[in-house]
């Protein structure tokens, strides 16, 4: 480490004169990744917000254009301390504690915890993990500083059940419950158009996409990963937004967006789930055919049912409690944002059978 003020030499930079019109930030962050660093222009920034570059002896600002011979020093470091998650004063929904094990019933929106490269802003706060430190102050450091107590997952907009471990002990025992398959997850998702089966079974491993990174896939590939999810329907419905039906999914394994790839690779995603081809909104299909009519052009735009979120809740949780082999089965209803929009659907179909 670099101790404030003082220069180190080996990033002490000349400006070459072909560098010339290039914005300060843009240049620093270009070489220091050239040589290795791996740096962003947003760290750049940062560093240059905390002193710790000078052009010539002096601080100046990131859009700085450079002229070309300008020496740059960079006083501290360009990549930050690695990310320690703080105690955060969020409000829980703690279904189930003891002294080994908390069960919280997570709302969509929040992130389980903050990705490995974020560093302390916005981004690596407002997390589950913030608020279990504070709740609960204890918590297993298998999962490291970044994810204490995490024995498992679930996606940022999927809400419902996680549990949480409050010692190495019970998240080595919970992490083997999981890859047992000795712990029963149960989620409620609203999916779109009309599955044709009762009930059914997805057996396809879960991988990567190999062309888009930040999506899963259902598709052969060489990373994929045994997934299996059981499906039974609930309610059907149908009305002027269109098809949709509500399904219960009891998952064997817990691979990465699994419930929502796998109702996606049989043609129907979940409601709100846009990265899967679900619709962000849903449209009056009625309204929105009539308007193709002449006659129809000039009446207002049909109406739009937007939920903001994927229509994906992890209900219910059954295990034995790993030190007293105690049966636990925890359920968390339909948040009211899900209810809300499931009894809109509801309402339209009554309408429509009044008609």
């Given at each position: 480490?670099?101790?404030?003020?003082?220069?180190?030499?080996?990033?002490?930079?000349?400006?070459p004169a072909e560098a010339a019109g290039q914005r300060l930030d843009t240049f620093l962050a270009q070489f220091l990744t050239a040589q290795g660093e791996g740096?962003?222009?947003?760290?750049?920034?940062?560093?240059?917000?905390?002193?710790?570059?000078?052009?010539?002896?002096?601080?100046?600002?990131?859009?700085?254009?450079?002229?070309?011979?300008?020496?740059?020093?960079?006083?501290?470091?360009?990549?930050?301390?690695?990310?320690?998650?703080?105690?955060?004063?969020?409000?829980?929904?703690?279904?189930?504690?003891?002294?080994?094990l908390a069960v919280v019933n997570k709302p969509a929106g929040m992130m389980v915890h903050a990705g490995s490269g974020q560093n302390e802003d916005a981004r690596?706060?407002?997390?589950?993990?913030?608020?279990?430190?504070?709740?609960?102050?204890?918590?297993?450091?298998?999962?490291?500083?970044?994810?204490?107590?995490?024995?498992?997952?679930?996606?940022?907009?999927?809400?419902?059940?996680?549990?949480?471990?409050?010692?190495?002990?019970?998240?080595?025992?919970?992490?083997?419950?999981?890859?047992?398959?000795?712990?029963?997850?149960?989620?409620?998702?609203?999916?779109?158009?009309?599955?044709?089966?009762?009930?059914?079974?997805?057996?396809?491993?879960?991988?990567?996409?190999?062309?888009?990174?930040?999506?899963?896939?259902?598709?052969?590939?060489?990373?994929?990963?045994?997934?299996?999810?059981?499906?039974?329907?609930?309610?059907?419905?149908?009305?002027?937004?269109?098809?949709?039906?509500?399904?219960?999914?009891?998952?064997?394994?817990?691979?990465?967006?699994?419930?929502?790839?796998?109702?996606?690779?049989?043609?129907?995603?979940?409601?709100?789930?846009?990265?899967?081809?679900?619709?962000?909104?849903?449209?009056?299909?009625?309204?929105?055919?009539?308007?193709?009519?002449?006659?129809?052009?000039?009446?207002?735009?049909?109406?739009?049912?937007?939920?903001?979120?994927?229509?994906?809740?992890?209900?219910?949780?059954?295990?034995?409690?790993?030190?007293?082999?105690?049966?636990?089965?925890?359920?968390?209803?339909?948040?009211?944002?899900?209810?809300?929009?499931?009894?809109?659907?509801?309402?339209?179909?009554?309408?429509?059978?009044?008609?």
């Amino acid at each position: 480490m670099v101790e404030a003020g003082k220069v180190d030499e080996r990033r002490t930079i000349d400006v070459p004169a072909e560098a010339a019109g290039q914005r300060l930030d843009t240049f620093l962050a270009q070489f220091l990744t050239a040589q290795g660093e791996g740096v962003s222009r947003s760290r750049v920034q940062l560093l240059m917000e905390q002193g710790d570059v000078l052009v010539n002896g002096e601080r100046e600002k990131a859009s700085l254009k450079l002229r070309g011979g300008e020496r740059i020093a960079v006083t501290g470091e360009p990549h930050p301390a690695p990310l320690k998650a703080t105690p955060e004063d969020i409000p829980l929904d703690v279904v189930f504690e003891d002294a080994d094990l908390a069960v919280v019933n997570k709302p969509a929106g929040m992130m389980v915890h903050a990705g490995s490269g974020q560093n302390e802003d916005a981004r690596s706060r407002g997390t589950l993990v913030n608020a279990l430190l504070y709740r609960f102050k204890a918590l297993s450091s298998t999962g490291g500083d970044l994810r204490p107590g995490i024995v498992h997952r679930l996606d940022k907009d999927t809400s419902g059940l996680i549990v949480v471990a409050k010692n190495d002990r019970t998240h080595a025992a919970l992490g083997e419950m999981f890859a047992s398959r000795q712990i029963k997850k149960t989620y409620i998702a609203l999916v779109q158009g009309a599955v044709e089966r009762q009930k059914g079974t997805i057996n396809a491993g879960v991988g990567r996409d190999p062309v888009r990174r930040t999506r899963m896939t259902a598709q052969p590939q060489e990373n994929a990963r045994t997934a299996v999810s059981h499906y039974e329907v609930v309610r059907r419905l149908s009305n002027r937004f269109g098809k949709f039906t509500l399904v219960r999914v009891r998952i064997e394994t817990g691979r990465t967006h699994q419930i929502r790839v796998h109702m996606a690779s049989i043609g129907h995603p979940v409601v709100g789930d846009t990265l899967y081809g679900g619709a962000g909104q849903l449209m009056d299909q009625v309204a929105a055919q009539a308007a193709q009519s002449k006659a129809a052009r000039r009446n207002a735009e049909p109406e739009r049912l937007r939920l903001g979120r994927n229509f994906l809740h992890a209900a219910k949780l059954e295990f034995a409690h790993p030190a007293t082999g105690k049966l636990l089965q925890l359920e968390a209803p339909l948040p009211q944002e899900l209810e809300q929009f499931l009894g809109r659907l509801e309402s339209e179909e009554t309408a429509a059978g009044n008609d």
